[in-house]
C-alpha cells in the first residue's frame, strides 16, 4: 500500500523566516496531495492541495510543489508568523475500487518564535 | 467550521464495551470517511462510505464496523473496547474533484477514552 514520509517531525524558525516541509510518497498512482494543519485538539483543516498534473501552486504565503518524478511534494511558508505554529500533515491520495484511500505522513510540528 | 458535525465530542468507558459515534457530512456531500488519530499511530484512516455503499478500507478492525444512512449520515461503532482504542476519531466528508480526487474536511472529533 501506500506509504508517506515526512520530514522533519518537528521546526523552529523565526517570525519572518520561511518553514519548508517535505514528504515522499511510494505509490506512482497518488493522483492528490493536500496538506492540512492541526492546531492542539481541533480538526485537522485543509490549507492547501496541487493534483497530480500541476507542478506548483501557491495561495498568498503558501506554496507547494511537486515532483512526481521523484515522487515527493513540499509545503513552503514564507514569512511565518506565531499564528502558523501547529502540526503539519502532508497526504498521498490514491483511488481504489470506485473510492480513496488518503494516506497520510507522521506531522511536521512548527513552532514560530518571536 | 467545516460544516462536518460529530457526535459526542467526548466520550469515557470501560474495556469490553461498546460505543456508536455520529457523523453528519457537509450539505451535498455523498462521501464520507472515517479516521483514528492516536498519539503513535498518527492519522490513520479507517473507511469510506458514498452515498450509502462502502467504497474503501483502511486499516480498520474487525471490531469495528460503519454504515451510511439514506440521510447521509454515519455511524462508527467501535465493540469490545481495548485501552488502546482510546484516541480522536475523525469523521471527514468530500466533494469530487475533477481527477476523481476527492477534497476531504474534516468534523471536529470525538474523544474516546477507555479505561
Known amino acids: 500500500g501506500e506509504n508517506v514520509e515526512q520530514h522533519p517531525s518537528t521546526l523552529s524558525v523565526q517570525e519572518g523566516d520561511s518553514a519548508v516541509i517535505k514528504c515522499t510518497y511510494s505509490?506512482?498512482?497518488?493522483?492528490?496531495f493536500p496538506w492540512y494543519k492541526q492546531e492542539l485538539g481541533k480538526r485537522p483543516q485543509l490549507i492547501i492541495d496541487?493534483?497530480?498534473?500541476?507542478g506548483e501552486k501557491k495561495d498568498q504565503r503558501i506554496a507547494v510543489t511537486l515532483n512526481k518524478t521523484a515522487k515527493h511534494f513540499s509545503l513552503h511558508i514564507t514569512e511565518t508568523q506565531p499564528e502558523d505554529s501547529a502540526v503539519y500533515f502532508c497526504?498521498?491520495?490514491?483511488?481504489?475500487?470506485?473510492?480513496?484511500?488518503?494516506?497520510f505522513g507522521t506531522g511536521t510540528q512548527l513552532k514560530v518564535e518571536l | 467550521d467545516s460544516g462536518v458535525t460529530q457526535t459526542p465530542k467526548h466520550l469515557i468507558t470501560a474495556t469490553g464495551q461498546r460505543v456508536t459515534l455520529r457523523c453528519s457530512p457537509r450539505?451535498?456531500?455523498?462521501?464520507v470517511y472515517w479516521y483514528q488519530q492516536s498519539l503513535d499511530q498518527g492519522l490513520q484512516f479507517l473507511i469510506q462510505?458514498?452515498?450509502?455503499?462502502?467504497?474503501a478500507k483502511g486499516n480498520i478492525l474487525e471490531r469495528f464496523s460503519a454504515q451510511q444512512f439514506p440521510d447521509l449520515h454515519s455511524e462508527l461503532n467501535l465493540s469490545s473496547l481495548e485501552l488502546g482504542d482510546s484516541a480522536l476519531y475523525f469523521c471527514?466528508?468530500?466533494?469530487?474533484?475533477?481527477?476523481?480526487?476527492?477534497?476531504?474536511?474534516f468534523g471536529p472529533g470525538t474523544r474516546l477514552l477507555v479505561l
Open positions: 450539505s451535498g456531500d455523498l462521501s
Open positions: 505509490d506512482s498512482a497518488s493522483n492528490y
Open positions: 471527514a466528508s468530500s466533494s469530487r474533484g475533477a481527477s476523481g480526487e476527492e477534497t476531504q474536511y
Open positions: 497526504a498521498a491520495n490514491i483511488l481504489t475500487g470506485g473510492g480513496n484511500k488518503l494516506t
Open positions: 462510505y458514498y452515498n450509502g455503499e462502502e467504497r
Open positions: 496541487i493534483r497530480s498534473n500541476v
